[in-house]
């Protein structure tokens, strides 16, 4: 009910309080979020650049093979 109201209040305020009623909205489920502490940033940071030199390097792998076959096919 009280969901429906403030859009409904929302509609009728104009173009002003429509601008206004998205910030307190975005606000406020900003103020529900869980952030992570600073350790948890730090560990996912870590593994994001692990698996990307990882995926790197597997790709380096793969395209060094395909050029060696390619030029064994085409000497």
Known sequence: MAAERKALARSKAGIFGKIVGF????????????????????????????????????????????AMFTRSLFD
């Open 23 to 66: 910030f307190m909205e975005s606000w406020q489920e900003l103020q529900k979020v869980s952030w992570p502490s600073s350790k948890d940033v730090k560990n996912f940071t870590l593994v994001v650049i692990a698996v990307v030199v990882f995926v790197g390097v597997c790709l380096f792998l793969f395209d060094s093979f395909l």
